[in-house]
């Protein structure tokens, strides 16, 4: 019931009197908001924000407790209690603190009886000290995160541009409709005042067969937009979804708006060349994914970096028998325990076999780029010139549309006067429909390539 509210809300231009219009502008707002390829587009968001959230995870805190104890033959070799909190940071350093309690009476003599406290930290001074793992991994799910709503850019681009391509089909069959339905009512009429002609014998017989014949010419032409438009309003529901993911089939009851000669709904447009043009590298969600992607392939690039440098790990804890013991004074004077740990493969095969890889990666996702954005300009730049070529044509055949239909009630006024045949009424009706289909065509042409010259420069949503 909900969905269905939000429904008639979003059919704009409602006149109860009449059928309900659908307005593009709704239209829109109804596949954005229900179509299952929008909603997957925000699932992928969602699931970008949870792999933020996992590689958070490297980060936390963590709590270790080890519990040990060894008896045999009745003896008691050890009890060894062990709680720990170790503390990773950004840049590579682990603090840790913890304490041991360790009782028994067969123990080796480099372990301390009794309970001791420690704080210490652990330190790379080469290897991963500039970059490691943990921290590529959060800044490589910031960077799909912000490709993510890139990606949902191009999707909803893509999305709109075939969403609005069908409603300017469905509104061209329309008024096709409407033209031939005219046209079959002017043929039906003829036909009426044919039959009274030659009946008060003014006509001969044979033009009630000329007659006819236009009649089930123009009944077949009507016949057939019927046809397109039941399909064409078959597309257009394709796109029309409710809340709770079921499709919705448009009733017959629902036109379209009409909006031929509303050129506001372009207000919001830039069909500027240059200035679209300025925007393509700031503002096209493709391009700002190829740029999110490099700059996640050069963190990989630092990371595979490390594996040339040598590993050097310093640890040092300050020990405490208890409270009373412990020494403020020098690091290394009493109470401490420190390891250096020195790691460094001698050929550097596999570090350098990696890093080499990481930077091709990044040169072949820079080339791809310079060929995308020339591919994108290319496609605006036809875009553009189709846009001012068929601004130019809709006006000479606004033109010669009324010029047909003049020569149409020309010819229609000589043929009541007997000055002329209804051959030349059909020849002049039949270009008259034509031009006026061609128009139709035009018009319905040039609001796909306006949409199309948006989408194509990401500017659509």
């Known amino acids: ?47 970008s924000d949870a792999q933020i959230l996992a590689s958070r995870g490297a980060f936390d805190p963590i709590l270790r407790h080890y519990i040990a104890s060894k008896t045999l033959d009745g ?115 003829r036909v009426d005042f044919v039959r009274r002609s030659v009946e008060l014998g003014d006509r001969p017989a044979v033009d009630t067969l000329e007659a006819s014949t236009q009649f ?81 392939l050069n963190v990989e690039k630092k990371l595979k970096f490390q594996s040339l440098l040598p590993k050097i790990d310093l640890q040092y804890n300050h020990l405490m028998k208890d409270k009373y013991s412990s020494n403020a004074g020098a690091l290394f004077a009493n109470n401490y325990q420190y390891g250096i740990k020195f790691e460094l493969p001698l050929r550097l095969s596999s570090g350098r076999g990696e890093y080499q890889t990481a930077k091709l990666k990044v040169e072949e996702t820079t080339i791809q780029l310079s060929q995308k954005k020339q591919q994108i300009q290319i496609k605006i730049n036809s875009y553009f010139n189709q846009f001012q070529n068929l601004k130019k044509q809709i006006q000479t055949q606004e033109k010669a549309v009324t010029s ?17 045949s209804l051959f030349l009424i059909n020849s002049r009706e039949i270009k008259a429909l034509e031009a006026a289909e061609k128009l139709l065509d035009l018009k319905a042409y040039l609001f796909k390539t306006v949409y199309a010259l948006q989408a194509s420069a990401g500017l659509l949503i």
């Open 75 to 189: 003896a008691s070799y050890y009890q060894y209690n062990a709680p720990e909190l170790s503390i990773p940071t950004w840049y590579g350093i682990e603090l840790n603190a913890g304490v041991e309690n360790l009782q028994g009476n067969r123990l080796d003599i480099s372990q301390t009886m009794g309970q001791t406290s420690y704080i210490g930290i652990q330190i790379p001074v080469a290897k991963n000290l500039l970059m490691d793992k943990r921290r590529a991994a959060l800044q490589q799910a910031k960077l799909m995160n912000k490709m993510a709503f890139a990606e949902q850019r191009v999707v909803l681009n893509q999305l709109f541009l075939e969403a609005m391509e069908a409603y300017w089909h469905w509104l061209k069959c329309y008024q096709a409709l409407r033209i031939t339905n005219q046209n079959l009512e002017a043929a039906r009429k």
């Open 404 to 420: 047909y239909q003049a020569l149409t009630k020309a010819e229609e006024s000589k043929f009541s006067q007997g000055e002329s």
């Open 216 to 296: 089930m010419y123009m009944d077949n032409q009507n016949l057939a937009k019927m046809v397109e438009y039941e399909n064409s309003t078959l597309q257009l529901s394709a796109f029309l979804w409710q809340e709770n993911n079921t499709p919705n089939l448009l009733t017959k009851d629902v036109s379209p708006a009409e909006v031929w000669g509303d050129f506001s709904l372009f207000s919001n447009f830039d069909l500027d060349l240059n200035s679209i043009l300025q925007k393509v590298d700031s503002f096209h969600p493709e391009i700002q994914a190829y740029l999110f992607k490099i700059e996640g």
């Open 1 to 47: 019931m909900k969905s269905n509210i939000i429904w008639f809300l979003l059919l704009a231009n409602l006149s109860w009197a009449q059928n309900k219009t659908l307005h593009p502008e709704a239209f829109l707002k109804i596949v954005e908001k229900y179509h299952p390829v929008a909603r997957q587009a925000q699932i992928d968001i969602r699931k």
